[in-house]
């Protein structure tokens, strides 16, 4: 694409490059912008996995006391035996019931210490479980917290993003107001599909953005300031910096 006969080139050019710059700082807050759904992800992922970890620890603690219940109800059921088996053995006729009382009877004792053992062992792990799980609770609390206030804060940061964006864009417009309108599309056209590059110097005789070598009559006719080319390879618009570079 060629812009010929369009007055005072240099100043629509200078005003190209300012827009560039804006435009680009727009491109780096939006980025910003897109990057915060992501942070607010981790910190929900996190939470979520702490409330998992407080929920396999809720669940465990469950687990035992159901087990010591059942311990508790078997150790119950096993003194009415015992109770019972007293009883035979106060009614024995002989000695063969004798020893099959006696021996049932030390069987319940047995039993019974088995059962006592684990409602004991039961506690023990209870107690620690619980005390697992208030440890877990306060990390639990502290994430949620945090979770919050990081909630909060990047909302506020994305209300000042936006913020910003829209003063850019208000300052963009006394730029674009004063390139060609036909300058202004394809510079608007080119840029998002070249890496937010829509005017490049050309130095050299090649394009700045693309590295190809632009052809010698555009080269010139750039050169001279006659005329606007776009790169014939990557379409962005070619200029030719007139500043001499500045000397340390
Ligand atoms: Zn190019």
Redesign the pocket.
């Known amino acids: 694409v060629s812009f010929t006969h369009l007055t005072n080139l240099p100043a629509q050019v200078k005003a190209l490059e300012q827009l560039q710059e804006i435009d680009l700082k727009i491109d780096r807050i939006r980025k910003d912008q897109g990057d915060m759904p992501a942070a607010l992800k981790a910190l929900d992922d996190t939470l979520a996995k702490s409330k998992g970890t407080v929920a396999l620890k809720q669940a465990a603690i469950d687990e035992a006391h159901k087990i010591q219940r059942q311990a508790q109800a078997a150790l119950d059921m096993n003194r009415d035996r015992v109770a019972r088996a007293s009883g035979k053995l106060e009614s024995v006729q002989n000695t063969h019931e004798y020893q099959a009382a006696s021996k049932e009877q030390e069987q319940l004792h047995k039993m019974a210490k088995t059962l006592e053992d684990q409602i004991k062992k039961c506690g023990v792990d209870i107690e620690a479980l619980t005390k697992d799980l208030d440890g877990l609770n306060a990390q639990l609390a502290q994430a949620q917290a945090s979770r919050d206030e990081q909630h909060g804060k990047l909302s506020g940061q994305s209300s000042n993003l936006q913020g910003q964006i829209d003063s850019l864009q208000a300052e963009r417009k006394k730029f674009s107001s004063t390139v060609d309108a036909r300058v202004l599309a394809t510079y608007d056209r080119v840029r998002p599909a ?1 890496a937010g590059l829509g005017i ?1 110097p ?1 130095i050299g005789g ?7 070598m ?1 052809p010698p009559q555009l080269f010139n006719e750039i050169q001279k300031g006659s005329a606007l080319h ?7 618009l ?1 200029y030719v910096k007139t500043e001499t570079p500045a000397t340390a």
């Not at 090649?206 to 190809?212: D, E, K, S």
């Open positions: 070249r490049v050309s090649r394009c700045v953005g693309c590295n190809m632009v776009s790169c014939p390879s990557c379409h962005r070619l």
